[in-house]
């Protein structure tokens, strides 16, 4: 430790570190060097304090950098070549401080427009063999037998190299991870169960931010390795460690859950009081949601690219990796249902069912918004499908339900597994239901119908029957179609909702078409025909506000004749069967018939009923990211990007820590 006197003081000494002083010295840039061929070995010595080392940087004015870039230069040179050193805590050192200059660097250049961060930081003239180098480095450490918290450094600066930026695809740093691949690398940590515990999610994050790298623009290696990899143990790897952040947020939903609604007066009290504070929830749920982006982004990725994940979705997880919440209540739950199996799919329906309660928010909707859009690449899959629809597969999924008029929050309660599908469906239903209101989110609403509708084209075209209460899926397409119809003034002034009710029609012409490819039995199509029936106004609204759409010209005209036309099997359906019942009810002199007794006329007279064929009912446009979402895309890697970069915390290393570290694994 170094003593200066104070200039003017007089009397007392300011302590400062050896360390600090030589941060000073380095970037006032004098001649660090000069008369001592020991410096930087004495230089990585030292414990470096990683606040002082990025206050100096930060704190450098314009006129001050072109005078110290060839310290600059120097220091990340000595840093890269000391990765290879003989003395482990010089390796570390070395490491830690790379890590902070080159974080300190992109701020820096963020700041002070028109100073080239590769020039400032590297120096055009040996960039490319640099970071070739320190690349080589990191991947000897990450794939080797390597302490775990140089491990960590090594994922910090791949982090900070992939958040340097807010737009990913301008880092000009990262054209080099293009060339001095790390795949390989990360996806390592994936298969072995400690590592991925200890480091998986910070990999699959790197991993994800990495494929988004100019990913419409040129060939971007990240994602072709991405999409073929075939690495079994990689993949349920990466599988787990999705898993495992979704499930942190659905226990700790659970377990506040559970604190706010205990028995007697003070549940009642917490509920309460916790209803009046629900704005200043929002904030804090607004930060748990965009905290589990990553895991989202990146479990959109996988499915989007790669067929060969599509395996884990069903997979059976035992591992215990995944975070657990427990509360004193738990002390009497058996240890088998504390060790319970979690699956992919399970975790992510339960998680969508508790994120979308609320979508006001910006950050709740585009949440929302991936996960409907990482569902309708699932129901688009023919595999994946296939294994939602197995009955040999089967689940108890937890699906939340948000408060409403009519009912209390809670879980929906399944006495006995179902296939997947049936709680997909659930969810889909549940979230059309309790989100129908003014500020209707349309996005959303297409795309939790699109999935119904891929659903029940993969049924038809597979012939699967399921047992599933479709009375319920009907009555909520018609509960969605009359809040449309009653509210179209207002809505259609903002939205096109003729898009809304061109996919409810085109799902109800599915099951009037083909539901004797997929319905589980002929009285099916009976209560089909008895919900249309007993529901022809809101039909019948519906024809007259798209007539009157369709002949009046407007922007809305083309979708409005489409939804006339589609009409036409319903209408006759109606149309149909309602005089039939009028006057078998004058006949039998009734004014409240049962359900019953309507369904024996609709049977009585199914042959005199005649329908058009409608082709194509189920076919739907496939998902494609580009150009539709590359908006939504763009701005959401943007949000992840400068969450990510918020949240590197570089602590200062503790010696015996690192000791301890190494000694570990000799």
Same mark, same amino acid.
């Given at each position: 430790?170094?003593?200066?006197?104070?200039?003017?003081?007089?009397?007392?000494?300011?302590?400062?570190?050896?360390?600090?002083?030589?941060?000073?010295?380095?970037?006032?840039?004098?001649?660090?060097?000069?008369?001592?061929?020991?410096?930087?070995?004495?230089?990585?010595?030292?414990?470096?304090?990683?606040?002082?080392?990025?206050?100096?940087?930060?704190?450098?004015?314009?006129?001050?950098?072109?005078?110290?870039?060839?310290?600059?230069?120097?220091?990340?040179?000595?840093?890269?070549?000391? *990765? /290879?050193?003989?003395? +482990?805590?010089? %390796?570390?050192?070395?490491?830690?401080?790379? $890590?902070?200059?080159?974080? #300190?660097? @992109?701020?820096?250049?963020?700041?002070?427009?028109?100073?080239?961060?590769?020039?400032?930081?590297?120096?055009?003239?040996?960039?490319?063999?640099?970071?070739?180098?320190?690349?080589?480095?990191?991947?000897?450490?990450?794939?080797?037998?390597?302490?775990?918290?140089?491990?960590?450094?090594?994922?910090?600066?791949?982090?900070?190299?992939?958040?340097?930026?807010?737009?990913?695809?301008?880092?000009?740093?990262?054209?080099?991870?293009?060339?001095?691949?790390?795949?390989?690398?990360?996806?390592?940590?994936?298969?072995?169960?400690?590592?991925?515990?200890?480091?998986?999610?910070?990999?699959?994050?790197?991993?994800?931010?990495?494929?988004?790298?100019?990913?419409?623009?040129?060939?971007?290696?990240?994602?072709?390795? *991405? /999409?073929?990899?075939? +690495?079994?143990? %990689?993949?349920?790897?990466?599988?787990?460690? $999705?898993?495992?952040?979704? #499930?942190? @947020?659905?226990?700790?939903?659970?377990?506040?859950?559970?604190?706010?609604?205990?028995?007697?007066?003070?549940?009642?009290?917490?509920?309460?009081?916790?209803?009046?504070?629900?704005?200043?929830?929002?904030?804090?749920?607004?930060?748990?949601?965009?905290?589990?982006?990553?895991?989202?982004?990146?479990?959109?990725?996988?499915?989007?690219?790669?067929?060969?994940?599509?395996?884990?979705?069903?997979?059976?997880?035992?591992?215990?990796?995944?975070?657990?919440?427990?509360?004193?209540?738990?002390?009497?739950?058996?240890?088998?249902?504390?060790?319970?199996?979690?699956?992919?799919?399970?975790?992510?329906?339960?998680?969508?069912?508790?994120?979308?309660?609320?979508?006001?928010?910006?950050?709740?909707?585009?949440?929302?918004?991936?996960?409907?859009?990482?569902?309708?690449?699932?129901?688009?899959?023919?595999?994946?499908?296939?294994?939602?629809?197995?009955?040999?597969?089967?689940?108890?999924?937890?699906?939340?339900?948000?408060?409403?008029?009519?009912?209390?929050?809670?879980?929906?309660?399944?006495?006995?597994?179902?296939?997947?599908?049936?709680?997909?469906?659930?969810?889909?239903?549940?979230?059309?239901?309790?989100?129908?209101?003014?500020?209707?989110?349309?996005?959303?609403?297409?795309?939790?119908?699109?999935?119904?509708?891929?659903?029940?084209?993969?049924?038809?075209?597979?012939?699967?029957?399921?047992?599933?209460?479709?009375?319920?899926?009907?009555?909520?397409?018609?509960?969605?179609?009359?809040?449309?119809?009653?509210?179209?003034?207002?809505?259609?002034?903002?939205?096109?909702?003729?898009?809304?009710?061109?996919?409810?029609?085109?799902?109800?012409?599915?099951?009037?078409?083909?539901?004797?490819?997929?319905?589980?039995?002929?009285?099916?199509?009976?209560?089909?025909?008895?919900?249309?029936?007993?529901?022809?106004?809101?039909?019948?609204?519906?024809?007259?506000?798209?007539?009157?759409?369709?002949?009046?010209?407007?922007?809305?005209?083309?979708?409005?004749?489409?939804?006339?036309?589609?009409?036409?099997?319903?209408?006759?359906?109606?149309?149909?069967?309602?005089?039939?019942?009028?006057?078998?009810?004058?006949?039998?002199?009734?004014?409240?018939?049962?359900?019953?007794?309507?369904?024996?006329?609709?049977?009585?007279?199914?042959?005199?009923?005649?329908?058009?064929?409608?082709?194509?009912?189920?076919?739907?446009?496939?998902?494609?990211?580009?150009?539709?979402?590359?908006?939504?895309?763009?701005?959401?890697?943007?949000?992840?990007?400068?969450?990510?970069?918020?949240?590197?915390?570089?602590?200062?290393?503790?010696?015996?820590?690192?000791?301890?570290?190494?000694?570990?694994?000799?």
């Amino acid at each position: 430790m170094s003593v200066r006197r104070r200039s003017g003081s007089g009397g007392k000494r300011a302590l400062k570190e050896k360390i600090v002083e030589v941060y000073e010295s380095l970037f006032r840039g004098d001649q660090i060097a000069l008369g001592n061929s020991n410096y930087w070995e004495e230089f990585f010595l030292l414990k470096p304090k990683m606040a002082v080392l990025e206050g100096e940087i930060g704190r450098l004015q314009a006129d001050q950098l072109a005078g110290m870039r060839d310290n600059l230069n120097a220091l990340f040179h000595e840093c890269v070549a000391h *990765l /290879s050193h003989q003395h +482990q805590i010089r %390796v570390v050192y070395a490491l830690q401080t790379l $890590v902070g200059v080159v974080r #300190a660097v @992109y701020k820096k250049c963020v700041q002070l427009s028109g100073f080239d961060l590769v020039n400032f930081l590297i120096g055009f003239d040996r960039a490319e063999q640099e970071m070739s180098i320190l690349l080589t480095s990191v991947t000897r450490f990450l794939a080797g037998e390597s302490p775990a918290c140089l491990k960590e450094l090594c994922l910090q600066l791949l982090l900070v190299l992939a958040s340097g930026t807010d737009n990913v695809s301008t880092n000009t740093l990262l054209e080099y991870l293009m060339i001095n691949s790390v795949f390989e690398s990360l996806v390592g940590l994936l298969a072995q169960a400690g590592e991925r515990a200890r480091h998986g999610r910070s990999a699959v994050t790197v991993l994800t931010l990495l494929v988004q790298y100019r990913k419409y623009d040129s060939s971007n290696p990240y994602i072709l390795k *991405l /999409s073929i990899l075939d +690495q079994e143990l %990689v993949l349920h790897g990466y599988s787990q460690a $999705v898993t495992a952040s979704l #499930a942190e @947020y659905t226990q700790a939903y659970e377990a506040s859950v559970a604190e706010g609604t205990g028995g007697g007066w003070l549940g009642a009290i917490s509920n309460m009081v916790g209803n009046m504070f629900v704005s200043e929830d929002s904030q804090v749920r607004n930060e748990k949601m965009r905290s589990h982006n990553p895991a989202l982004l990146a479990l959109y990725e996988i499915i989007h690219l790669n067929r060969n994940f599509i395996t884990t979705l069903a997979h059976y997880q035992t591992e215990t990796t995944t975070p657990a919440i427990i509360s004193d209540t738990d002390t009497t739950t058996s240890q088998s249902e504390d060790l319970r199996s979690v699956n992919l799919l399970v975790t992510f329906l339960e998680y969508i069912s508790i994120a979308m309660q609320d979508t006001k928010s910006d950050v709740a909707n585009n949440n929302v918004t991936l996960c409907f859009i990482i569902l309708a690449c699932i129901t688009e899959d023919q595999y994946a499908t296939a294994l939602m629809h197995d009955p040999n597969l089967v689940f108890k999924v937890k699906l939340h339900r948000s408060p409403m008029r009519h009912r209390k929050a809670g879980v929906e309660v399944v006495s006995h597994g179902r296939s997947l599908v049936c709680a997909l469906l659930d969810l889909m239903l549940e979230f059309t239901r309790s989100h129908l209101m003014k500020r209707l989110p349309i996005e959303l609403h297409l795309l939790a119908l699109s999935c119904i509708h891929r659903v029940l084209s993969y049924q038809k075209r597979c012939r699967v029957r399921i047992a599933y209460n479709w009375r319920d899926l009907w009555s909520t397409l018609i509960a969605l179609l009359k809040f449309v119809v009653a509210n179209e003034s207002n809505l259609n002034k903002k939205i096109n909702v003729f898009n809304i009710c061109s996919q409810v029609v085109t799902i109800f012409n599915v099951f009037i078409t083909y539901g004797d490819t997929f319905l589980p039995s002929a009285s099916s199509y009976d209560e089909l025909y008895y919900e249309l029936v007993r529901c022809h106004q809101t039909f019948d609204n519906l024809y007259s506000m798209a007539l009157r759409y369709s002949t009046c010209g407007g922007e809305h005209k083309d979708t409005a004749m489409r939804i006339t036309n589609s009409l036409v099997n319903i209408r006759a359906i109606t149309s149909h069967f309602q005089p039939r019942i009028e006057a078998w009810l004058s006949k039998e002199q009734l004014s409240t018939p049962t359900e019953d007794q309507i369904l024996d006329v609709v049977r009585a007279n199914y042959d005199s009923l005649t329908l058009k064929l409608q082709d194509s009912l189920d076919q739907y446009d496939n998902y494609a990211e580009n150009p539709t979402y590359t908006g939504f895309f763009t701005s959401l890697v943007r949000s992840i990007v400068a969450d990510t970069r918020q949240k590197i915390v570089l602590d200062d290393l503790d010696l015996q820590d690192v000791l301890h570290n190494f000694s570990s694994i000799q």
